[in-house]
């Protein structure tokens, strides 16, 4: 019986998430998520992927980080976005605070990163300490990650060839910078990032699936 208590406990909890995130989401004020031709070379392939990244980031009621640099100067907030073509997306944010340590919000949908996104099935926010939170900001200093391009030539070559897009963006001193790369390997300082947001996430293979 108990058992039964509980588990009807955590339904109706997921149920309430779906409906109020569904229901936030009409009643989301309309918002721009990447500074224009900041995804692509071209104009036509930076609409289709703000397009693309949006859609994800509205299901998952993420804020504009753009946005936000602009409005509040002392913000400092990143952001892990995983969106792999077969599997559920992923998004990992850190709130740094004045304090030295962070908000951690963790979302995940019930869709795929190459389509419909569908709706939250894991949304958590959780306090990161100090010394996690420094290790994490570190890791963003030692990758140089202010400074990476945006795009990188393998983008290019391997756009629409399945697998993952690793989107990490930033903000801290009014400043807005996003990094985009498509399945990037081992050595690539993306990866360290968006690895290491998972971690501090809890997210394992076992709830997301393959790392790629």
Known sequence: MFIMRAMFRTALRLAWVV????LAGRLLPAQDYFPPGSLDKTPQGH???AAWFSKQLKAMREPSLWELSKKDPKAEVYRFLWLRAADHPVAIRVVVR???SAWLNSRMTTGKGASDPGHIT???VSWLRKKLTQE???ETVKVGFQ???TLSAQN????????S???VEGIKDGQYHVVVRHSPDVADPVREIGLLALKLGRFNKSRTGPIC
């Open 98 to 100: 004045a304090g030295g």
């Open 136 to 138: 994490f900001l570190d």
């Open 122 to 124: 894991r949304y958590s």
């Open 47 to 49: 609409e289709l992927k």
């Open 165 to 167: 897009e690793w989107i």
């Open 19 to 22: 409906a109020l995130s569904s």
């Open 156 to 163: 290019d070559a391997t756009a629409g060839m399945g697998g």
């Open 147 to 149: 400074s990476m391009p």
